[in-house]
């Protein structure tokens, strides 16, 4: 496993759209062309190099035809103890009137209490 994998939870990811990819018949550029992403991040992002944010996941799910929530899973945006359509995460991806950059703070702060939180919890 290369040192400079941004993560294990990417690296299956990477691993997941791959398979995914693959299966669909699809060429990395062919997705690139599908999805609006480059076709060197498409290749870092299934090298677990690079974190795609959620709208990223979107496009490709998109492509893809599978669900999004399944790669928010894979991602790590979303945890499977969440329940899916019920959790904050998939409330906060899922509205179309925030931006991608307010999706990712409002992300951020929520992450952040939920540590909080358990920091709090385990004293």
């Known amino acids: ?3 400079n994998k941004v993560g294990k939870t990417v690296e299956s990811l990477g691993d997941y759209l791959r398979e995914q990819r693959v299966s669909a018949r699809l060429t990395l550029r062919q997705l690139a062309e599908q999805t609006g ?5 498409l290749s870092q992002i299934e090298r677990g190099l690079r974190r795609p ?5 979107q496009q ?3 492509a893809l035809r ?4 399944q790669l928010y899973l894979r991602a ?3 945890s499977p103890d969440d329940g899916i359509g019920g959790s904050v995460e998939l409330a906060v991806l899922g509205d179309s009137s925030l931006t991608e950059r307010q ?3 409002l992300l951020d702060v929520y992450a952040s209490f939920l540590a909080l939180n358990a920091g709090q919890d385990a004293t």
């Open 53 to 57: 944010s959620a709208e990223v996941l």
């Open 37 to 41: 992403v480059s076709n060197p991040y």
């Open 60 to 62: 490709l799910a998109k």
């Open 76 to 78: 790590g945006i979303v």
């Open 1 to 3: 496993m290369a040192k």
């Open 66 to 69: 599978i669900s999004a929530e």
């Open 103 to 105: 999706k990712q703070t």
